[in-house]
């Protein structure tokens, strides 16, 4: 479950270690290294929600730092390896539809209000 793979990705230091490293050193180059070394071995569903957990350490830091410029340069990096390196991928495995068809509807329905929270929590920051 997507729940299984979150606690599998914080528990990974590897990934941990590499997204400190965006962390401290924010630029692009950094950035799609660490991306393609997500997906180094393939990609899967696990691999592409490892790209949001970097894109959401990365909004975090940028919103807990008061750093608002950093959020939409984030999305369009994380846009960039979309279009370049899943875009196929996502779109033979029955496109964004696919990750959710594996859950249960309760689980779908705390994917979508977990993402609805983070959406408001952002706005809510933003708007201060």
């Not at 393939?42 to 975090?60: K, P």
């Not at 964004?96 to 509807?105: A, C, H, K, L, T």
């Amino acid at each position: 479950s997507l729940l299984e793979i979150a606690d599998d990705i914080n528990k990974n230091a590897e990934l941990q270690q590499l997204i400190n490293q965006v962390q401290g050193n924010c630029a692009k180059d950094v950035f799609m290294t660490v991306a393609r070394s997500i997906f180094a071995d393939g990609i899967n569903w696990g691999r592409v929600v490892a790209l949001f957990h970097l894109a959401y350490r990365l909004i975090h830091k940028a919103l807990t730092t008061n750093h608002l410029e950093n959020i939409r340069t984030v999305i369009s990096w994380v846009l960039q390896v979309i279009r370049e390196r899943l875009y196929s991928w996502i779109e033979r495995q029955g496109g964004w539809e696919g990750v959710i068809r594996g859950f249960s509807w309760w689980r779908t329905v705390a994917i979508v209000a977990s993402v609805i929270l983070v959406a408001s929590f952002v706005y809510n920051r933003k708007t201060r």
